[in-house]
């Protein structure tokens, strides 16, 4: 069966500092990854996506970056954190060319950024 | 925007009664999902409905889907304590991605 592992899954960080958190998809090959953000009481906006390793597409510019280094490893970074950056992440993937969208969700990490 | 809107933003009602949500949307779908959150959690897919579909049940679940009107309701019977979380509908308008498009979700509250 397919798992999704994210981490860490709380992060306090200084204003300025780099930041760099992980999702890897097991049991399923050439998976769509995508990065969401969860701010407090809202939905799910939609940061980065990507359909294979270093194919990486952004919804929004902002202080972050992703990287996509193995086919099941989707990475989220950011070299000078803002506290505009705080909030709820969550890493999903989705079986590709099966357009009907389904995503299957990690557990999230929260980022505090003081 | 695209983003599907739910309604109520939060409620609450007693153990054993039915709960029922809504959710609009703006342009036409391929399909229409809704996921559930528990506080601190992933999201977790319940059901999906396809823009050709009417009304789909999965155990005390039920959604159905109006496309004339662009909207679909989320109803689940007999609640539990245990279905406190959040609840999310989410838009499908295709794309070779399958991109979703969520709403900011009605928190459910189920008092036993």
């Known amino acids: 069966s397919q798992t999704i592992h994210q981490w860490p899954a709380t992060l306090v960080q200084p204003v300025g500092s780099p930041l760099s958190l992980e999702c890897t998809v097991e049991?399923?090959?050439?998976?769509?990854l995508y990065w969401y953000r969860q701010a407090a009481g809202r939905g799910l906006q939609l940061l980065f996506y990507?359909?294979?390793?270093?194919?990486i597409s952004s919804e929004v510019p902002q202080n972050l970056s992703a990287s996509r280094p193995q086919d099941r490893q989707f990475i989220l970074s950011s070299k000078k954190l803002l506290l505009s950056d705080s909030g709820f992440y969550l890493c999903?993937?989705?079986?590709?060319?099966?357009?009907?969208?389904?995503?299957?969700f990690g557990e999230g990490s929260r980022l505090t950024v003081l | 925007s695209q983003q599907g809107e739910e309604d109520p933003q939060a409620l609450s009602i007693q153990e054993g009664e039915n709960a029922t949500m809504n959710c609009s949307y703006k342009?036409?779908?391929?399909?229409l999902q809704w996921y559930r959150q528990n506080s601190g959690r992933g999201l977790v897919h319940l059901i999906l409905i396809r823009s050709n579909e009417r009304e789909k049940h999965s155990g005390r679940l039920r959604v159905t889907l109006d496309t004339s009107k662009k909207s679909s309701s989320l109803l689940i019977t007999a609640s539990r304590a245990a279905d406190t979380a959040s609840y999310f509908c989410a838009t499908n308008y295709g794309g070779s991605q399958g991109n979703l498009i969520f709403g900011k979700g009605t928190k459910l509250s189920v008092k036993p």
């Open positions: 999903a993937w989705s079986v590709q060319g099966a357009n009907t969208g389904e995503l299957f």
């Open positions: 049991g399923t090959s050439n998976p769509n």
């Open positions: 342009t036409s779908i391929n399909n």
């Open positions: 990507s359909v294979g390793i270093g194919q």
